[in-house]
């Protein structure tokens, strides 16, 4: 893999001495020239973030006028609806108004347009667009399921027989997304991928530090760059992911239409056990809230993990017990129905 530019620690530094240096000496090196840099970034991106800035107030000026004048609303009738002075609003659609929250939502609703549709990034979207999402808001969510089924099939691309062969098991830590993984792509006589892990290669970094130098964003876009390398690459592989990637809309939707996906359960206890059993004690080291935090995380996601073709809990079954389970749903599964979600339980 080689996009972008990675900050990367020197092999030279895994072990041994290099140039007359003990190891330690060098790898405290290197991490302080690492820090260093990452120190010196953020003054560039104040600069880059105030240039963003002002791009994103100038869109929202010229989305804010374009819709006043397609309603064919002068400036002084929409500070009457909005509660909005003129001259505040001239400086919004000028470009110069830094707008609040509690603006934002005043304006759009003066313009009965969305939120999101003022804040939308680029340019203005096809008005198609916005008739699709607003006909797709009257739906039921059992008919917006079938919605979507049907624009996958019919637009995206997708190769039923292709995607039945890319196997992606999804869901909190602990519920044997590798161990099982590796069991089934053994068995199937396929690759065994770790999504997190080839992260870690491509970035040079440990996930802690890529969180510590690049922040939620970069990893975001880490995560995004290496599930695409892998769907071009691979024509088949059993692939564990990261459990909070279902947070992310665009991946997950890349995820769920390019591979045939298993949501692996277990209870919560089940969950903290076997983190523990692997000697993390991340969970619950100076957490007395740990299990009321993992409850809500898995609460919060279950909807999401839903949205896997099917799901197997793993509570209280042993390795063996979960392969046998899942090879079984596998082969009971066509590829013609591989994304109508079903669920199976021991």
Not at 208 to 228: A, D, P, S, V
Not at 310 to 321: C, K, M, R
């Amino acid at each position: 893999m080689h996009r972008g530019v990675r900050r990367r620690i020197p092999a030279s530094a895994s072990g041994g001495e290099v140039l007359g240096r003990p190891r330690w000496y060098v790898l405290a090196k290197d991490m302080k020239k690492i820090r260093s840099a990452t120190l010196r970034e953020p003054r560039k991106r104040g600069v880059k973030s105030k240039v963003a800035a002002s791009g994103a107030l100038r869109s929202l000026g010229d989305r804010v006028r374009q819709a006043r004048a397609r309603r064919g609303m002068t400036r002084k009738q929409l500070a009457r609806d909005s509660g909005i002075s003129e001259r505040y609003l001239a400086q919004i659609e000028s470009g110069k108004g830094n707008i609040s929250v509690l603006v934002l939502r005043r304006l759009a609703k003066a313009l009965n347009m969305s939120i999101e549709l003022l804040l939308f990034e680029g340019p203005e979207p096809a008005i198609e667009l916005t008739h699709a999402v607003e006909f797709l808001r009257r739906l039921s969510p059992d008919e917006l399921k079938l919605a979507r089924h049907v624009l996958l099939y019919q637009f995206g691309g997708v190769d039923r027989a292709a995607r039945h062969q890319r196997i992606a098991l999804i869901g909190l830590r602990g519920a044997g997304k590798s161990t099982l993984g590796a069991a089934l792509a053994n068995h199937l006589e396929m690759p065994f991928l770790e999504l997190d892990r080839l992260i870690e290669q491509e970035s040079g970094l440990t996930l802690n530090l890529i969180f510590e130098f690049r922040g939620q964003g970069g990893f975001r876009q880490l995560e995004r760059e290496c599930l695409e390398d892998v769907i071009e690459r691979y024509p088949c592989f059993v692939m564990a992911t990261g459990g909070s990637l279902v947070s992310e809309p665009a991946t997950f939707e890349r995820l769920l239409s390019s591979c045939f996906t298993v949501w692996l359960k277990a209870s919560p206890e089940e969950h903290m056990r076997r983190v523990i059993g692997q000697g993390d004690m991340r969970p619950i080291s100076n957490n007395r809230n740990a299990m009321s935090d993992l409850k809500r995380i898995l609460s919060e996601r279950e909807a999401l993990y839903a949205k896997a073709d099917i799901q197997l809990d793993t509570s209280q079954h042993t390795v063996e017990e979960s392969l046998e389970m899942l090879l079984q749903v596998l082969r009971d599964t066509p590829v013609r129905e591989s994304l109508t979600p079903m669920a199976t339980s021991g």
